[in-house]
């Protein structure tokens, strides 16, 4: 492990925030079942322990990182398709959410951990700052939504994305048990059911979720 020396410019500084992002990614990838300490990580890292420490003072705000990175993509995926002019329909919004929540093996098992521990092992002042970062980018996407989905009103597209990740963390949890505690890892679920396929399931809820939702939108539209 060669330990590198702090970063001094905003550049070093992002990029080896990112180092320590990756360290702890691959660190989960190779042991879901744990979750790797301070220590294990900086030596992923190449870092110094207090070096990590400078940058995520805990752990949980370390895994509440990694998960805002993976969420990130997601949305930054979103908006630059709603930003287009080309016609969005909802397939194409579902083919980024299989891209960037249901491939990734970490994304689902993170999320589900991040928000059990997140009011009692982060602290407030983090965890506001986090919820006021997502509302942003619900808001963004929401107003995207809006203009290619002319029944939708004012408001409507942020309600539907929430509606949509409380679907599809809440059907992913569901679909097994999840280890919990301050030590767990963030291994997969496992399906009681032998029929049960996640993907499959999500595909289905998250397509009458989307269609009923425009469809009484137009209908409260067709009223006024």
């Known amino acids: 492990m060669v330990v590198r020396q702090r970063a001094i410019h905003l550049g070093d500084k992002h990029e080896r925030h990112h180092a320590i992002l990756n ?21 992923e890292a190449g870092l110094a322990k207090g070096t990590v ?5 805990s752990k949980e ?3 509440l990182a990694l998960h805002e990175r993976n969420i990130d993509g997601f949305f930054q995926a979103l908006s630059a ?3 287009v ?7 194409d919004v579902f083919a980024l959410t299989r891209i960037h929540i249901v491939a990734p093996p970490l994304f689902l098992p993170l999320a589900s951990r991040c928000f ?14 986090f919820k006021q970062r997502m509302a942003e980018r619900f808001e963004r996407a929401g107003a995207g939504l809006e203009r290619h989905f002319a ?3 004012s408001g409507d597209g942020v309600v539907l994305l929430r509606h949509s990740y409380a679907l599809i963390l809440g059907l992913w949890q569901m679909s097994g048990s999840v280890s919990s505690g301050p030590d767990a890892g963030i291994g997969q679920v496992a399906s009681p059911d032998a029929a049960w396929h996640y993907p499959d399931e999500l595909e289905r809820a998250m397509f009458a ?12 539209s067709a009223k006024r």
Do not use: C, K
């Open 23 to 43: 360290a702890a990614e691959r660190l989960l990838l190779r042991s879901p079942d744990r979750i790797a300490n301070m220590a294990e990580v900086a030596h």
């Open 53 to 57: 420490y400078l940058y995520f003072p």
């Open 61 to 63: 705000e370390l895994l």
């Open 81 to 83: 398709l709603l930003d």
């Open 85 to 91: 002019r080309a016609p969005v329909n909802i397939e």
């Open 116 to 129: 059990g521990v997140m009011d009692q092992n982060v602290p407030a002042a983090a965890g506001r700052a």
């Open 151 to 153: 029944v939708l009103t």
């Open 209 to 220: 979720l989307w269609e009923g939702t425009l469809a009484g939108a137009a209908r409260r």
